[in-house]
């Protein structure tokens, strides 16, 4: 058990010191050696866990997609109202993103790596555009977004504010602006999604989620 323990220890070790590496120099950039030298182990501990950097990178993946969805299972419930759901993950993601290496290194991956699957062979973005897109199926039965709106398309947009957001913020080097970024994506999204009557409160609920991720 002590062996099994202090194995798993090095594992984490290694995922944290590859998230630091890929977050800040990039897939491509990378090295082996960095990461060793970041996760302060050994090249045989490193490569006992893991045959390669993208079989590495693949688990940083998965690693940080369990983190986010970790953080949005209340967002799951489903006594939450579907719009407001939508609304607030894509403020986890904004605060994940700046404050989570592992968040932040497997959203950038999975731009960089190309196909979008962690070491278990999910397609992380087919999920989430599956989740936005129930979000979206819901929050019009519930008469939040306007009632003859297709789901599907609902859903990939949503999708592609989060996405689009966060690859902008990643590509001018202003991570720390994607929570306002976001507010103001929703801001003039909105009056395209949601009856006139509600504009003006989801309008509002989307600046209040920004207060709680800017001081």
Same mark, same amino acid.
């Given at each position: 058990?002590?062996?099994?323990?202090?194995?798993?220890?090095?594992?984490?070790?290694?995922?944290?010191?590859?998230?630091?590496?890929?977050?800040?120099?990039?897939?491509?950039?990378?090295?082996?050696?960095?990461?060793?030298?970041?996760?302060?182990?050994?090249?045989?501990?490193?490569?006992?866990?893991?045959?390669?950097?993208?079989?590495?990178?693949?688990?940083?993946?998965?690693?940080?997609?369990?983190?986010?969805?970790?953080?949005?299972?209340?967002?799951?419930?489903?006594?939450?109202?579907?719009?407001?759901?939508?609304?607030?993950?894509?403020?986890?993601?904004?605060?994940?993103?700046?404050? $989570? =290496?592992? &968040?932040?290194?497997? +959203?950038?991956?999975?731009?960089?790596? !190309?196909?979008?699957?962690? #070491?278990? *062979?999910?397609?992380?973005?087919?999920?989430?555009?599956?989740?936005?897109?129930?979000?979206?199926?819901?929050?019009?039965?519930?008469?939040?977004?306007?009632?003859?709106? $297709? =789901?599907? &398309?609902?859903?990939? +947009?949503?999708?592609?504010?989060?996405? !689009?957001?966060?690859?902008? #913020?990643? *590509?001018?080097?202003?991570?720390?602006?994607?929570?306002?970024?976001?507010?103001?994506?929703?801001?003039?999204?909105?009056?395209?999604?949601?009856?006139?009557?509600?504009?003006?409160?989801?309008?509002?609920?989307?600046?209040?989620?920004?207060?709680?991720?800017?001081?």
């Amino acid at each position: 058990m002590a062996r099994q323990a202090r194995a798993e220890i090095t594992r984490d070790s290694v995922l944290a010191g590859a998230a630091d590496v890929f977050l800040r120099l990039g897939y491509a950039n990378a090295s082996l050696s960095e990461i060793i030298a970041q996760s302060n182990v050994t090249k045989g501990a490193l490569y006992f866990h893991f045959g390669s950097k993208e079989e590495l990178a693949r688990a940083v993946v998965d690693q940080g997609n369990e983190r986010l969805t970790g953080s949005c299972q209340g967002f799951f419930d489903s006594r939450v109202p579907a719009l407001e759901a939508a609304v607030g993950i894509t403020y986890v993601v904004a605060d994940l993103s700046m404050n $989570d =290496p592992m &968040v932040g290194a497997m +959203l950038k991956l999975t731009h960089q790596i !190309g196909d979008y699957r962690g #070491a278990q *062979g999910d397609n992380i973005a087919k999920t989430w555009g599956d989740t936005y897109r129930l979000l979206s199926e819901r929050a019009i039965a519930q008469g939040d977004l306007i009632a003859d709106l $297709d =789901p599907e &398309v609902v859903g990939v +947009l949503l999708q592609e504010l989060t996405a !689009g957001v966060h690859i902008v #913020a990643v *590509g001018t080097e202003s991570m720390e602006q994607m929570a306002a970024r976001m507010e103001r994506a929703w801001y003039f999204l909105l009056p395209s999604l949601v009856p006139t009557e509600k504009l003006s409160y989801f309008r509002g609920f989307a600046a209040r989620r920004l207060r709680r991720y800017v001081v």
